[in-house]
Each structure stands twice: as structure tokens, then as C-alpha cells.
Nanobody
Framework: QVQLVESGGGLVQPGGSLRLSCVVSGLDLGSYAVGWFRQAPGNRREGFECYSFEDASTYSLYSVAGRFTISADNAKNTVYLQMDDLKPEATSVYYC???????????????????WGQGTQVTVSS
């Protein structure tokens, strides 16, 4: 059974930091990309940081991606999202996803239908 479990969300003040984690089980990730999407109320789900377990390449889609950094621990089948200097517009539900494709195609949802986690809420507010 494939599972993606996100953690690390919560309430943070503007300018603060959070690190999200996504633990993937039930997949041999050697040919997969794993990435982060976010969905704010009323908006579509959008990918912005994706990572390849095959070659450690990454793909960043958002112009604000400079505030976010994706990394991974291959031995733990875990992907991280470090978020710094958070602004209120970053408030969203953050989802982890895994697909047998490249990071760019995963972030743009142009590959095979991926697996999804349940999401973790990030709220940036004073």
C-alpha cells in the first residue's frame, strides 16, 4: 500500500520558518520524483518544488521559489521542504506527491497520475 504522510505544518508568524516532511512508503522511489504542491482556498492545486530520487535533480516552478528549498533523505524515503521568510500569502494546505516521471513533469502535472498525501495546513499570520 502506497502512503505519503506529510508533517510539520502549523501556525507561524510572518517572517518565520517551517520545515515540512513527507515520508513515502510502499514505493521503490529510485525512478520517482517527489514534490510539493499547495492549494489555498478557492485556488487550484499548484506544484512548486519537485525532486528526483533517480538523479537528485530539482525543479522549481514558482517565482517565489527562492524562499523554499526542497531536499531529501534517500535512505529514509523522506522529502523535506524548508520554508523561510514566510508571508501571509503562503497560507495553504501543502501536499506531497510522488510520480514516476521527472521533477518538471511532476510539478506541472504532465506525467502519469501521481500518488498524493493528505496534506498539512500552513498558516502564516500574526
Amino acid at each position: 500500500q502506497v502512503q505519503l504522510v506529510e508533517s510539520g505544518g502549523g501556525l507561524v508568524q510572518p517572517g518565520g520558518s517551517l520545515r515540512l516532511s513527507c515520508v513515502v512508503s510502499g514505493l521503490d522511489l529510485g525512478s520517482y520524483a517527489v514534490g510539493w504542491f499547495r492549494q489555498a482556498p478557492g485556488n487550484r492545486r499548484e506544484g512548486f518544488e519537485c525532486y528526483s530520487f533517480e538523479d537528485a535533480s530539482t525543479y522549481s516552478l514558482y517565482s517565489v521559489a527562492g524562499r523554499f528549498t526542497i531536499s531529501a533523505d534517500n535512505a529514509k524515503n523522506t522529502v523535506y521542504l524548508q520554508m523561510d521568510d514566510l508571508k501571509p500569502e503562503a497560507t495553504s494546505v501543502y501536499y506531497c506527491t510522488a510520480g514516476r516521471t521527472t521533477p518538471q513533469r511532476l510539478c506541472e502535472l504532465r506525467g502519469p497520475v501521481p500518488y498524493w498525501g493528505q496534506g498539512t495546513q500552513v498558516t502564516v499570520s500574526s
